[in-house]
């Protein structure tokens, strides 16, 4: 029996452009003599759909899209989407919807599979919207016998965790069911290392619960939340027959034998994908049959990916096709810039010089460069003006006092409000170029560099920055945008930009480090304090001086009503500071108390 996966990049309430891609996979899958199509999670209405799901227009504009999709399916394929389904019973109780997987064939509905396990931690809050599925269940095929969970029920796996995360484990049930085998249908955030992770997980599980397991995940960016896709299909010996490819869409064909009651395994190897097409759900689906799609050769390559997808969703999802950021010359702006080239091309990116009295002529001049190394246009517009008129007006409420960060912060502004000007004349993305160490510790002004529609590497600690630049100078990226400075074995990232010390250039002479830990210390110590929540005790163990420890940590608090306000970041840690972190604002909690 011939089994499709289809890793389709969906749109959060595009209830029929959603419906469209799920027809156009099973039309594929239909004529590759695929017996069943499985879809993503929540496939039909986009994941993530919060609180769209409290409204009852939306929930039964996706019911009637549900019939006219399963009226339109072909005959011959069985289809298993996930879409919301509403609890009958919710007046006895409970939420009114169920997050399910419904199984059509012969374009009708025959069986509705709910979720189990809700997740309520980091990002995920899905016990505010749904009842969770009661018991474990399955659906016959051909005399096959298929298990349905959806995303989090598979990750109770007690075992390879070393720790139980839920009473109920929906594995441990349908093995009980003596199942062939069980699908399960994710929209799975995509984190570093994950795909590898979860991998590992599965072919765990399979082992453990004794059936192989086939894994659809969703692919593409809804918001903060990137998904890589990395679809997979593990054999009953836990090798792997099928892994869809990372960061694209695509439909996977794998072939089920019910004889040995297993996937047939080719272990070849498919090709690594260099091209992200922008409306990727209008063209065929990339076919991939038994093929092994490669996962990343590195965590910076896999990030380089998530990073390049994440702002391109973000951009064509809410109607833009060009991006506008302010470029210094230094390290931050200069990878942003680059994210933005192979994201959207680098017609459609424009950089802003904006010297002020303070700036290096390497602010220019390596800012140049990297416009010239990419091919995208450059604006110059000088602020010394803007700042003596604000000194100005200024000058009367301010006699009385010495020039400190106000004036700093001016200038920064003054920047910030330049290129929301030509956000707003010229329809651009403003991206904010801010990252992980700088958002947790508040080195960044609010109105000014934080402002943006998207941080784009606000996830990214400073030493990751550095990783990410000098991988791009390996000359491994695959984007079409880099392709001739790949093939000469030219830079990508003007080697100054690499070497110089890290300035806000605010004041004379002004350093990073003059104001903040070195960066290997201080991201150091916010992977353990922000990402693995460690006490002053475990810090000072792991070799950091108490004192230094300390001041992170009150910086790192008195910055929350910062983060609170800057743009929406992408999401490509455990911990990002997003809607996953819930930090209070006014709270007189030191986090070096503990
Ligand atoms: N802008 C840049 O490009 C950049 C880059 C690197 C470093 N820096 C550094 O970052 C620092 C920015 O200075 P800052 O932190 O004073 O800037 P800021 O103006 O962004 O934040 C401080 C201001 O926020 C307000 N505020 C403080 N606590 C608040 C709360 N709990 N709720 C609401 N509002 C509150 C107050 O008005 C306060 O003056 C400077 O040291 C600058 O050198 C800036
Ligand atoms: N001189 C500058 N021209 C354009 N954009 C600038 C300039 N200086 C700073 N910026 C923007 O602000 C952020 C943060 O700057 P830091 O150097 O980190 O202080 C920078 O990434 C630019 O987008
Ligand atoms: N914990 C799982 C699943 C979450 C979900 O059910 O959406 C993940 O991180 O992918
Ligand atoms: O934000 P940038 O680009 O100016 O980077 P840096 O802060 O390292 O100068």
């Known amino acids: 029996m011939k089994i499709a996966l289809a890793q389709l990049n969906l749109v959060v309430g595009d209830l029929a452009g959603n419906a469209r891609a799920i027809l156009n996979a099973a039309q594929?899958?239909?004529?590759?003599?695929?017996?069943?199509?499985?879809?993503?999670?929540?496939?039909?209405?986009?994941?993530?759909?919060?609180?769209?799901?409290a409204w009852p227009s939306f929930l039964e504009a996706t019911k009637q899209q549900l019939t006219k999709l399963a009226r339109e399916l072909p005959p011959n394929l069985a289809v298993l989407t996930g879409t919301i389904i509403g609890n009958l019973l919710a007046t006895e109780g409970g939420k009114s919807l169920f997050n399910s997987a419904v199984l059509i064939d012969s374009c009708a509905l025959r069986h509705v599979f709910?979720?189990?396990?809700?997740?309520?931690?980091?990002?995920?809050?899905?016990?505010?919207?749904?009842?969770?599925?009661?018991?474990?269940?399955?659906?016959?095929?051909?005399?096959i016998k298929i298990g349905v969970t959806i995303c989090e029920d598979i990750w109770n796996n007690n075992q390879f965790w070393g720790r139980k995360f839920y009473d109920v484990d929906p594995l441990a049930e349908l093995a009980d069911c003596d199942v062939d085998w069980v699908v399960n249908l994710s929209a799975s955030p995509y984190t570093i290392g994950k795909p590898r992770l979860r991998e590992e997980m599965l072919q765990h599980s399979v082992l453990n619960y004794g059936f192989p397991i086939a894994y659809v995940n969703q692919v593409g960016s809804n918001d903060d939340l990137i998904f890589d896709g990395t679809s997979l299909v593990i054999s009953r010996t836990g090798a792997i027959a099928a892994r869809g490819a990372s960061f694209e869409t695509g439909l996977i064909i794998t072939e089920f034998n019910p004889e040995t009651r297993d996937f047939v395994v080719t272990g070849q190897e498919g090709s690594w994908p260099h091209s992200l097409p922008l409306l990727a759900d209008e063209q065929p689906l990339p076919e991939q049959t038994g093929l092994l799609a490669p996962l990343a050769p590195s965590t910076d390559a896999e990030l380089w990916s998530a990073l390049v997808l994440g702002i391109r969703d973000y951009a064509r999802k809410c109607g833009f096709r060009k991006i506008v950021l302010g470029l210094s010359g230094g390290i931050d702006s200069t990878l942003v810039g680059a994210l933005a080239v192979a994201a959207l091309g680098a017609e459609n990116v424009l950089g802003v010089l904006m010297p002020s009295p303070y700036s290096s002529d390497h602010s220019i001049t390596d800012a140049l460069a990297l416009a010239e190394n990419l091919g995208f246009q450059t604006l110059k517009l000088p602020i010394g003006d803007l700042m003596a008129t604000f000194e100005q007006t200024l000058a009367e409420p301010f006699a009385q006092t010495q020039p400190d960060v106000t004036e700093e912060n001016l200038q920064s502004r003054i920047r910030g409000n330049l290129l929301m000007a030509l956000a707003n004349k010229f329809g651009y993305l403003l991206i904010s170029t801010g990252n992980k160490s700088e958002m947790a510790v508040g080195y960044c002004t609010l109105y000014g560099d934080t402002n943006g529609g998207l941080a784009a590497i606000a996830d990214v600690p400073k030493t990751r920055v550095y990783s990410l630049c000098h991988w791009l100078n390996q000359g491994q990226v695959g984007a079409a945008a880099f392709a001739r400075l790949v093939s000469q074995g030219a830079e990508i990232v003007p080697s100054n930009v690499l070497n110089k010390p890290p300035s806000a250039e605010l004041r004379p002479d002004q350093l990073d480090q003059d104001s903040l830990p070195p960066y290997e210390i201080l991201d150091d110590i916010l992977d353990r304090l922000v990402n693995r929540r460690q006490s002053l005790a475990d810090l000072v163990a792991a070799g950091h001086e108490s004192a230094t420890v300390r001041r992170v940590m009150h910086l790192v608090a008195r910055a929350e009503f910062k983060r609170r306000q800057t743009p929406p970041v992408l999401k490509v840690s455990d911990q990002a500071f997003g809607v996953g972190w819930r930090m209070p604002i006014a709270s007189c909690w030191q986090l070096s108390d503990a």
């Open 28 to 53: 594929q899958a239909s004529r590759q003599g695929a017996r069943l199509l499985v879809v993503p999670e929540l496939a039909l209405c986009g994941y993530p759909p919060r609180d769209l799901l």
């Open 114 to 143: 709910s979720k189990r396990l809700l997740p309520t931690y980091d990002v995920f809050d899905e016990g505010r919207y749904f009842e969770p599925g009661k018991k474990a269940e399955w659906f016959t095929l051909d005399d």
